[in-house]
């Protein structure tokens, strides 16, 4: 018996070594029949074939399988991988949807060469360097204007209220985003810093803001950090961010993959800009990576208070390979947890989102004040708020791009408009006719599901035709109403956008703080000060 047990290490040793050569020999076959049924099928498929268009397909039904986080990037998505990684790229500085025929322009970043050059939000592109660009997808525009700084492109495009098309010349340059739009006061010493994006220096912007905020008001006696809507970027940017409210040398996360030697713990390395000032951190069901990083970190160490929305759910760590020609794979190689131990990724995926998971079946951590926090599923917040969301005709208005060809028309007629806080937008008589102008009209979920009805009904021959017919009626007699019932939304969607177009994104950061009901739950939590203390010892 002991002379077997001499040979189990060797035994198991090369069957390690066996399995490693099974493993890359199935690896080796795979890609060599993958590149011969590549080519039989450029070669010999009955109708001509884009090679380029293919291949992705099948790059992409590879990786479905993965999670969604898993990508390739080719060349032509480039820069928008450079826009989530540093903030900066070479282009245009705008973004744009297909809308009838033609891309239309719904963003415009201040300063870029589309601001410096006189493009508008609601500017279609009709031509590119001589190219027609009717019936162009947002991606095709994109490659059209894609250039190398110092380059031109002439434009024509269409502007609302002008009788002929705009000859406009555009010069590339490099586009810096803020990640940092706005901060400032939103109450008496109660101080606001926006963060957008984890792009690079970002940790040191938000330092840099709350200094700022300190220096201007030495009563200073809370900071609202908003991080809703902000979907992550770089994780060291996270540790830089959560060092700005701790300490020197303060465990913040860690990453475990599959490569031991990849695993990594980060700690902060510099001495914070306030470890006590109190702290409020807002976020939403958008809220994801980095932002969830910073924010568990925050809530591990009762650092500061966590308020709004759980978070998306993302605890997965992405790096990117080159693959050559220009092209990348960002894809999972860890996840990442916080200072009390738990991983905060979703594992449940549905449609390329997360699943909720019951509270019942994520297990339980603690923080460093010994308060329960649960892994899995996002940051659940020590305060949840109601989500305010846009939906029913609102969402409708919206999306068939309603209010923004109103707000166009407002931008023909009005050259400027007052200063961002004293703008409001109070013509709803005036929207509403324009939205009977156009014959709008919107299905709600309900009507869908009685359409569905209907079919089956009629499949399964039951006569319910009547009772159908007289719930639409209801719903079409409910619907009528329904602009006047969801007036201050509207109202606030219009205001927004129309500030926007006129301030940027900073204006649209700034005014969505005269009435945002979390703002006002963040500044009240931080007049009081000691239900502020007894959340962070978990009373």
């Given at each position: 018996?002991?002379?077997?047990l ?21 690896i ?13 099928v450029?070669?010999s498929?009955v ?9 992705r397909q ?6 479905e ?6 990508n ?5 998505d ?57 019936g ?26 002008e ?14 985003i ?9 109450a ?8 957008t994006?984890?792009s ?8 840099n ?8 008001n ?6 609202i ?10 994780l ?18 860690s ?36 932002s ?27 790096n990117?390979?080159e ?36 509270e ?5 951590f603690?923080?460093?004040n010994?308060?329960?926090v ?24 919206l ?17 400027n ?10 013509d709803?008589d005036?929207?509403?006719q324009?939205?009977q102008?156009?014959n709008?009209?919107y ?12 079919d ?30 969801n ?20 204006g ?5 703080l ?26």
């Open positions: 018996m002991i002379r077997k001499k040979f189990l290490p060797v035994f198991f040793l090369l069957a390690g070594v066996v399995s490693a050569q099974g493993k890359y020999f199935d080796a076959k795979n890609m060599e029949i993958f590149a011969n049924a590549y080519r039989e450029n070669h498929y109708d001509e074939l884009d090679p380029n268009k293919l291949m099948g790059l992409d039904a590879m990786l399988g993965l999670d969604p986080f898993t390739y990037i080719s060349e032509t480039i820069e928008g991988y450079r826009i989530q990684v540093d903030g900066t790229y070479n282009g245009v500085g705008a973004q744009g949807k297909r809308i009838g025929d033609y891309v239309v322009i719904t963003e415009i970043y201040e300063n870029s060469p589309a601001h410096k050059a006189g493009l508008k939000v609601g500017d279609s592109f009709i031509a590119i360097d001589g190219q027609n660009a009717k162009k997808t947002e991606n095709q525009v994109l490659d059209f204007l894609r250039g190398f700084p110092g380059t031109k492109s002439q434009l024509v495009v269409r502007r609302a209220g009788k002929k098309d705009l000859n406009i010349t555009l010069e590339r340059g490099e586009v810096i803020p990640n940092v739009p706005h901060s400032g006061l939103v008496d010493g109660v101080g606001y810093i926006n963060l994006t984890f690079q220096d970002a940790g040191e912007n938000v330092g803001a709350l200094r700022t905020l300190k220096e201007k030495p009563n200073l006696k809370g900071v950090l908003d991080l809703r809507g902000n979907g992550g970027g770089l060291n940017e996270a540790i830089n961010l959560v060092n700005v409210f701790v300490p020197k040398g303060e465990f913040v996360a990453t475990k993959g599959k490569v031991p030697e990849w695993d990594i713990s980060l700690k902060t390395q510099h001495a914070p800009v306030d470890k006590d000032i109190p702290l409020v951190v807002l976020m939403d069901s958008h809220s994801a990576s980095a969830e990083v910073t924010s568990g970190a925050l809530q591990d160490l009762d650092r500061g208070i966590i308020m709004g929305q759980r978070s998306y759910g993302k605890g997965l760590v992405q990117t390979k693959l050559g020609y220009n092209a990348r794979i960002k894809l999972t190689t860890a996840k990442y947890y916080v200072p009390s131990g738990r991983c905060i990724q979703s594992v449940r995926y549905k449609n390329g989102a997360p699943v909720d998971i019951p019942s079946e994520r297990a339980q603690k923080t460093r010994g308060r329960i649960l892994d899995g599923g996002g940051i659940k917040p020590d305060v949840v708020l109601p989500h305010d969301t846009a939906a029913g005709i609102v969402k409708a208005l999306e068939q791009n309603v209010i923004f060809d109103y707000v166009t028309d407002f931008t023909q007629k009005h050259a408009i007052d200063s961002i806080e004293v703008f409001e937008f109070t709803f005036g929207f509403a324009y939205v102008g156009k709008f009209d299905q709600t979920a309900t009507e869908k599901k009685l359409k569905e009805l209907r089956i009904s009629l499949n399964e021959n039951l006569a319910l035709g009547t009772e159908i017919t007289q719930l639409e009626s209801k719903i079409k007699a409910e619907k009528k109403g329904e602009l006047v019932k007036r201050d939304r509207i109202l606030h969607e219009i205001e927004q956008d129309i500030v926007g177009r006129y301030y940027f994104q900073r649209r950061v700034r005014k969505n005269v009435n945002d009901p979390e703002i006002k739950d963040a500044v009240k939590l931080l007049n009081e000060p000691d239900k502020y203390r007894a959340l962070l010892a978990g009373k």
